[in-house]
């Protein structure tokens, strides 16, 4: 129990130490795994799985995945992708799937919140409230 | 103009509700009737989580990177990858009369086929309790029909009086008993059309018994007639631990609402032992830190919380009351053990139940040493304080006496006189089970001994004598009985009443 709250709490230091203006810097987190690397302090291969895991879920955070039943004429998903960079900052990276099963309409997914507009997503509601 | 921007507004409204927003998260792992989810940034403290294929989750650790969660449903259906979705909603179970006369589990969901359950009010399972400003001391009393307790630890309406007991020292026939007098009480009013009695309705919750148990106590219930005014809430030992641990919660809701509409309800539940084994299942199985016992760290909190729920509220808030009976099992009469100490102090006083006694055929078997009522004599009415003042202290005279008078066969008469006064009142205080007895002829049973009308009968043939008395009364003198029954107090016309009673019943030598 206490080699996992020192390995949880140096690997949030890590993930801390990895940010230039709020935002995730490639550079200092490779000189953090190397320093890491070079000290090989105990339980360093923890602490590294552990702050790959917060590392994962951060840039999940900093993720948008749109799903679309066609696949979008590159101008909307470029408007698309600009109008999300503005609300959740320059870094949000993009994904765009097709996804038929949704029948219609557009689910946008960043992090955790979702916006869903989809035609199934309206249906399943419909069904809920009969 | 205006037309126009209604009509504008109206379509923002439904553009709005076109998309929703929400908050998911993804299952990482599942098993033990746990899920642990990634995700989930916006969820709340104990809110409900909806899985795929309509199973519901309860948020129980909100952690660093991810939120532990209860299943209430098939934990089977979900598997790793799936999505779940805040909903911004408690958990809640259906209150209101329509639940009167059904067995249901922990959502409130019938398990006694006879259909749907009509409610449109919901009350969610975790709710504060009232506070100070809302509360009165107890004034109205809990009228068991078990005459050991009436007289010598009686129960207030509000009060928490635990009973603790080894297995199969029959706590569960106290409970029963006081749910069949209480449909009795609550049936001669509705029957005399008496606007000032407040009826009681009852409230069972089983927690992990066994489900042929909770099936007697059943038709027990049927049998007497008292499923009318009862609500069985059952989470069988088949049941998941989340189901069980979230029982007695619901309960305590079904039983708000009778509390919040100005009506008195009495909770029992069944028992706290197993609600604290399968609390600790699921805190084990959410890796929270374990104490004492391997229980969690809020195993006090989980039975202050429940407990503290129960309460009677002043006038201005409606005049409500929930009383609670919680049952404790102890093992091998040991009631230092972690879980018994805790509810002891939680609770209002306790009635004790011996093995031993109950083994000697003293049955209900409750220790009179060991048991206490904390407030429940303010709720006592007058005509029992007069009947019952003493016994209690006789009683445990009688018990030191009778280990003392083992010893030695030369007593002085004064000895004598309080052991054999003891002996009867033992024998006067066994009951059979599913039999309670109305408050009136308690009096008069208790009147005749205070008066000596009892002491010339043998030992062995008091119960013969009280039997004999008791129908005497119900079939010849039911006016006396009702006198009693509405004064509520003995005055001097009422005891030269009784007095003539029992010398025109005495002198029929009922037992020779």
């Given amino acids: ?130 | 103009m205006s037309s126009i921007l209604e009509e504008i507004e109206t379509k923002i409204a439904g553009l709005k509700t076109s998309t929703t927003k929400s908050n998911i998260g993804t299952v990482r792992e599942t098993g033990d009737g746990v899920a642990r989810i990634e995700g989930l940034s916006d969820v709340m403290l104990n809110e409900m989580i909806e899985f795929p294929g309509g199973v519901f989750g309860l948020a129980l650790n909100l952690e660093e990177t991810e939120v532990g969660a209860i299943l209430l449903g098939d934990a089977t259906k979900i598997s790793e990858g799936d999505e779940a979705k805040t909903t911004g909603r408690l958990l809640s179970v259906p209150v209101g009369k329509g639940l009167l006369g059904r067995v249901v589990n922990t959502l409130g969901e019938p398990l006694d086929g006879k259909g749907e359950i009509k409610s449109e009010t919901f009350y969610p399972l975790e709710k504060i309790a009232p506070g100070v400003i809302k509360r009165r001391s107890v004034s109205q009393p809990v009228q068991t029909g078990i005459m050991a307790i009436d007289a010598m630890i009686p129960i207030g309406r509000g009060q928490r009086e635990l009973i603790i007991g080894d297995r199969a020292t029959g706590k569960t026939t106290i409970c029963v008993d006081t749910i069949i007098s209480q449909a009795r009480l609550n049936k001669a009013a509705e029957d005399s059309r008496d606007k000032d009695y407040r009826p009681l309705y009852c409230i069972y919750v089983a927690i992990g018994q066994k489900n042929s148990n909770v099936a007697r106590v059943l038709a027990v219930l049927e049998k007497e007639d008292a499923m009318r005014y009862t609500t069985i809430v059952s989470a069988p030992a088949s049941e998941s631990a989340t189901n069980q641990y979230l029982a007695p919660f619901a309960g305590a809701a079904m039983g708000e609402w009778f509390m919040d509409n100005g009506m008195d309800a009495l909770i029992i539940y069944d028992d706290l032992s197993k609600h604290a084994v399968a609390y600790r299942q699921v805190s084990l199985v959410l890796k929270r830190p374990s104490g004492r016992e391997a229980y969690p760290g809020d195993v006090f909190y989980l039975h202050s919380r429940l407990l503290e729920r129960s309460a009677r509220v002043s006038d201005e808030y409606g005049g409500g009351s929930v009383t609670a009976l919680p049952i404790i099992e102890t093992q091998a009469g040991d009631v230092s053990a972690y879980i018994p100490t805790n509810v002891i102090s939680i609770t209002d006083g306790q009635i004790y139940l011996e093995t031993d006694l109950f083994y000697q055929g003293v049955r209900p078997a409750i220790s009179v040493g060991l048991s206490v009522s904390r407030v429940g004599s303010a709720a006592q009415i007058k005509a029992i304080k007069q009947v019952a003042g003493k016994v209690k202290l006789d009683l445990a005279q009688f018990r030191e006496l009778a280990a003392f008078a083992q010893f030695g066969s030369d007593l002085d008469a004064a000895t004598k006189a309080r052991l054999d006064r003891g002996q009867r009142i033992v024998e006067l205080f066994k009951q059979t089970q599913y039999n309670p007895l109305p408050i009136e002829l308690q009096v008069a049973v208790m009147w005749a001994m205070q008066n000596g009308f009892i002491d010339p009968v043998p030992v062995e043939r008091v119960k013969e004598f009280q039997n004999k008395l008791q129908d005497f009364l119900e079939t010849r003198k039911e006016s006396l009985l009702a006198s009693i029954r509405q004064k509520k107090q003995l005055d001097a016309e009422l005891e030269a009443n009784l007095k003539a009673t029992l010398e025109e019943f005495s002198a029929t030598k009922p037992v020779g």
Avoid: C
């Avoid at chain 1, 129990?1 to 230039?20: D, H, W, Y």
């Avoid at chain 1, 995730?24 to 602490?47: C, E, M, Q, W």
């Avoid at chain 1, 799985?49 to 955070?61: D, G, Q, S």
């Fill in chain 1, 1 to 130: 129990m206490q080699v996992k709250k020192e390995v949880r709490k140096i690997a949030r230091e890590m993930l801390r130490a990895s940010f230039t203006d709020a935002q995730l810097d490639r550079g200092r987190i490779t000189s953090v795994v190397d320093s890491i690397l070079a000290k090989k302090p105990r339980n360093y291969l923890k602490i590294l799985e552990y702050y790959k895991r917060l590392l994962r879920l951060e840039a999940e955070k900093r993720h948008a995945r749109i799903e679309t039943t066609t696949a979008l004429e590159p101008q909307i998903a470029s408007q698309i992708s600009l109008n999300l960079a503005r609300r959740y900052g320059t870094d949000l990276t993009t994904e765009f799937v097709v996804n038929p099963a949704l029948l219609g309409g557009m689910r946008i997914r960043v992090g955790s919140d979702v916006w869903d507009s989809s035609v199934r997503n309206r249906l399943e509601r419909l069904q809920q409230q009969l």
